[in-house]
């Protein structure tokens, strides 16, 4: 006869309510900080899901650990597991390549850069920082986690990596001001841009950074003239012994490259010459030649080797969600993944979210299992101008409008639409 689990056995593993609260409650500091990215590493996936039990095993603990144990599953499903899939994994191998090149070069005064590309929610900042993460590990290590080109008598913080996000309304002072910040250094509210830039390649020799990872990109806009001089300023930050990487959506799209326009005519995304390299001369072509692109993509269901992949990440998810009532092949059997695909497109991020939402009304309702039906009732937005470049939205070409005088002033804040079927119509 088989022995039933004792309570302690089922609940191997429970933190205390105590711990529960601390990792509900406690708040994180932010990722563009040394503090919150030095967290962000030594955090990262380590959260220990709680034990797998079945309804029948639930109902025999004490109400007060039932409780307890709910909470820490609630926890855990909503926090999936970033998973090594094949838009993850291209991105890391070529992360990994250019850092260990660049990290080993003397003689070259300027460091290869990568752009990550890819529409919303398709895993781009967690991919790259995850990436960081790993780089950063050993090369803390290989010197006691001390900066070997400090000077003699002083200890700078020794930060391999340095996250930060784009300003919103980006100058170059501006992006100085926010790598500047990731250390809380001080600055002078009379500081000029040449003192600012200064002390920005005084920090990245300071604490021996070897990366520097700008998110949201994309903000940049190329029509706006601080917005080319801060491109400008990134790739004058090349020559600082430093690898960027630069995060955004549609980056081949919004003129860090090159304009990209959708051709209607061959189906296809062309790129012609932006109006400002009559004034700026070769710079578009140097940042092409500079950095690498890299487009992540959504999951697809087309070959077999498609189909397998994403079925292989719902398991993956399956495995992690903590539901009294789940049973194998609640995401991957029967129709729920072809059902799932065509919920979310094979997103990453909408795919989570969908999930994470659905777990949590598989507990509130007590049906303690995912389904169709249950996922039916969860409203789900997908932002359908948001597509990947081999299945664009096409605007319908808005009636003929005048042309607007030239000399119409436009404040450098003001975000103009794509010019393409405005620009054909007005010509």
């Known amino acids: ?136 590990d050993p090369g803390l290590k290989l010197h006691g986690s001390l900066n070997p080109g400090s000077l003699p008598g002083t200890r700078d913080l020794h930060a391999p990596v340095v996250y930060v996000s784009t300003p919103v309304t980006a100058t170059p002072k501006s992006l100085c001001a926010s790598i500047l910040g990731f250390f809380r250094a001080p600055i002078r509210k009379a500081a000029g841009l040449p003192e600012l830039v200064r002390q920005v390649a005084d920090s990245i020799h300071d604490h021996g950074v070897k990366v520097l990872i700008l998110d949201d990109i994309s903000r940049l806009r190329m029509h706006r003239a601080d917005d080319q001089d801060v491109l400008d300023l990134i790739r004058a930050f090349m020559s600082l012994d430093v690898t960027l990487i630069l995060i955004g959506v549609n980056i081949s799209g919004i003129g860090l490259l090159r304009e990209a326009k959708w051709n209607k005519k061959t189906r296809q995304w062309e790129m012609p010459q932006l109006e400002s390299t009559r004034i700026h001369g070769l710079e578009i072509t140097q940042t092409e030649h500079r950095f690498e692109l890299i487009e992540i993509d959504r999951f697809r269901y087309t070959t077999p080797k498609q189909i397998q992949a994403f079925v292989d990440h719902l398991e993956g ?57 249950l996922l039916d009732e969860i409203v789900l937005r997908r932002d359908e101008p948001e597509q990947p470049p081999d299945e664009p939205v096409i605007p319908v070409d808005p009636p003929t409008t005048k042309r607007r005088s030239p000399q119409t002033k436009r404040s450098r804040n003001t975000v103009f639409d794509d010019p393409g079927p405005q620009a054909d119509a007005a010509g």
Request: proline share 5%; hydrophobic share 35%.
């Open 317 to 373: 998810i399956e495995r992690h969600l903590r539901l009294l009532n789940a049973k194998e092949g609640m995401l991957t059997g029967g129709a729920m993944p072809e059902y799932l695909m065509r919920r979310t497109g094979g997103v990453v991020g909408l795919l989570g979210r969908l999930l994470e939402d659905g777990a949590y009304e598989a507990m509130e309702s007590g049906k303690e299992l995912i389904d169709e039906n």
């Open 1 to 136: 006869m088989t022995r039933a689990p004792s309570h302690d056995a089922l609940l191997e593993g429970l933190p205390s309510r105590a711990r529960i609260a601390e990792l509900i409650l406690s708040s994180h500091p932010p990722r563009d900080t040394y503090v919150g990215w030095q967290h962000y590493r030594a955090h990262c996936g380590l959260l220990v899901p709680a034990s797998a039990i079945s309804s029948q095993q639930w109902s025999s603990i004490p109400a007060s650990r039932q409780y307890d144990y709910d909470l820490y599953r609630e926890l855990t499903n909503a926090n999936l597991p970033l998973q090594v899939t094949s838009m993850h994994d291209t991105v890391g191998k070529l992360i990994r390549r250019r850092l260990s090149g660049n990290t080993r070069k003397k003689d070259d005064p300027t460091r290869a850069g990568v752009m990550v590309g890819g529409w919303g929610n398709y895993g781009k900042t967690a991919s790259v920082c995850a990436a960081g993460a790993v780089f950063e």
